[in-house]
């Protein structure tokens, strides 16, 4: 509704689906590879100052979805880390936190999604938000499956979380890889046994896990 000149000082308010400037996928699968499971800031960081930059990030947002402006049933919104991924060098990059309701945060966690039996839910989920077809969304979470397939292949990845140190001054506590490499095995074992007590077809995921 608003008037033209005005967009765009409105714009870094407006969900992602409803940006002019933007265009599909408004969300999609974002895996992070199984050697950088439970690499995160809240393994990384003080409890303190993980709550601050989750906290912000809900407040930039006035607790909305920044894809879609929904909110969830039992909590409004969780923080999502947006990671780049260097595949040559093997480095995880933050590049920011950022406020997504439970339905798009499953989307993006496709991998968590699928081991605990809902993809079929954030599949029509994905498909809704993106105005796609039921057979794009599955396309996108197939192309998704296999890119960390093929990322996690690889065990020397490593984490880079400067853009929290830069943003937030925060420090990284001094135990924070040991605790990270822990978090890792535990959601490995997690994940073996949610996918070992599920009968039918083998997935991605559960071939993969299944190696480890």
């Known amino acids: 509704m608003a008037q033209q000149d005005k967009l765009d000082a409105l714009l870094s308010f407006v969900p992602y689906r409803y940006r002019p400037d933007r265009k599909p996928p408004y969300i999609r699968p974002w895996m992070v590879p199984q050697a950088l499971w439970g690499f995160n800031l809240r393994a990384f960081l003080a409890p303190e100052d993980w709550n601050r930059i989750r906290k912000d990030a809900y407040a930039?947002?006035?607790s909305r979805c920044r894809v879609c402006g929904g909110r969830g049933p039992q909590?409004?919104?969780e923080a999502d880390e947006g990671w780049a991924y260097d595949d040559e060098r093997r480095i995880q990059t933050l590049k920011?936190?950022?406020?997504?309701?439970p339905d798009?945060?499953?989307?993006?966690?496709?991998?968590?999604?699928m081991t605990e039996g809902r993809q079929d839910a954030a599949l029509a989920w994905m498909a809704e938000?993106?105005?796609?077809?039921?057979?794009e969304a599955a396309q996108c979470g197939d192309q998704a499956m296999k890119q960390w397939h093929t990322r996690s292949r690889?065990?020397?990845?490593?984490c880079d979380i400067s853009w929290?140190?830069?943003?937030?001054?925060?420090?990284?506590i001094k135990d924070g890889e040991t605790l990270a490499r822990e978090l890792n095995r535990k959601f490995v074992r997690q994940a073996q046994t949610r996918v070992g007590v599920r009968a039918g077809h083998v997935t991605h995921i559960e071939h993969l896990i299944g190696e480890r």
């Open 60 to 62: 930039r947002s006035g």
């Open 75 to 77: 909590w409004p919104v």
């Open 96 to 101: 920011g936190v950022i406020s997504l309701c």
């Open 104 to 113: 798009c945060h499953g989307v993006r966690h496709w991998g968590k999604t």
């Open 129 to 135: 938000v993106n105005g796609w077809s039921h057979s």
């Open 154 to 158: 690889h065990t020397d990845w490593q």
């Open 164 to 172: 929290a140190i830069r943003t937030y001054n925060v420090v990284p």
